[in-house]
């Protein structure tokens, strides 16, 4: 699990980019899981009505690049994956 101040810069972030009404924002992967290893990476899944524009994605992408969070993080627009990836991902997420 994250701490509580690397959740808090994440979600600044994605809510600075995103509308909450128009997209659900989650971590998925390896840090859902109780016994992950120190430094792997953070993955976190967008999904919303429309499928995100490549510029607000890419502001994203940059200002989590810029931020002092200590894990190399992907950003993975879930509108734009496979059914199959998406429901073995949604299957252990936590919601930001």
């Known amino acids: 699990m994250?701490?509580?101040?690397?959740?808090?810069i994440l979600t600044s972030i994605i809510h600075k980019h995103l509308d909450d009404s128009t997209y659900k924002t989650f971590i998925f992967g390896s840090r859902t899981q109780p016994k992950h290893r120190k430094?792997?990476?953070l993955d976190v899944g967008i999904?919303?009505?429309?499928?995100?524009?490549?510029?607000?994605?890419?502001?994203?992408?940059?200002?989590l690049?810029?931020?002092?969070?200590?894990?190399?993080?992907?950003?993975?627009?879930?509108?734009?994956?496979s059914k199959d990836f998406r429901e073995k991902a949604l299957s252990n997420i936590i919601s930001l």
């Open 65 to 81: 690049s810029n931020s002092d969070i200590p894990y190399l993080i992907d950003v993975v627009d879930f509108r734009a994956v």
């Open 2 to 8: 994250l701490d509580q101040h690397t959740l808090s």
């Open 39 to 41: 430094f792997c990476d």
């Open 47 to 63: 999904m919303g009505s429309t499928e995100l524009s490549a510029s607000t994605l890419l502001q994203i992408k940059e200002d």
